[in-house]
Nanobody
Framework: QVQLVESGGGMVQPGGSLRLSCAAS????????MGWYRQAPGKQRELVAA???????NYADSVKGRFTISRDNAKKMVYLQMNSLKPDDTAVYYC?????????WGQGTQVTVSS
């Protein structure tokens, strides 16, 4: 069982930066692939960035070069550094832990990019 708690969301102007954090519980954190998803109003939830247990990463085309996902296995933390934010990045961001056919989700944190 894994519990995930996100933090770091908020409101920022276009071009600004935010860093999201996800704190995980459970003793087997290191085996999970971790990811950040987002869901904007009226849209489906989409993958933003993912990092495997082996530290390989992948990103949605819309955030490549602007967002960076990282993890600290000792602290059981996952981060999403978001730079050059755009209004289209506005959404609720969710932390995800994945292992085989099992997924765990956090409660989400709101990110609003607006002038």
């Amino acid at each position: 069982q894994v519990q995930l708690v996100e933090s770091g969301g908020g409101m920022v102007q276009p071009g600004g930066s935010l860093r999201l954090s996800c704190a995980a519980s459970g003793s087997t954190f290191i085996i999970y692939g971790m990811g950040w998803y987002r869901q904007a109003p009226g849209k489906q939830r989409e993958l933003v960035a993912a990092i495997s247990s082996g530290i390989s990463t992948n990103y949605a085309d819309s955030v490549k070069g602007r967002f960076t996902i990282s993890r600290d296995n000792a602290k059981k933390m996952v981060y999403l550094q978001m730079n050059s934010l755009k209004p289209d990045d506005t959404a609720v961001y969710y932390c995800n832990a994945h292992y085989h056919s099992t997924d765990y989700w956090g409660q989400g944190t709101q990110v609003t990019v607006s002038s």
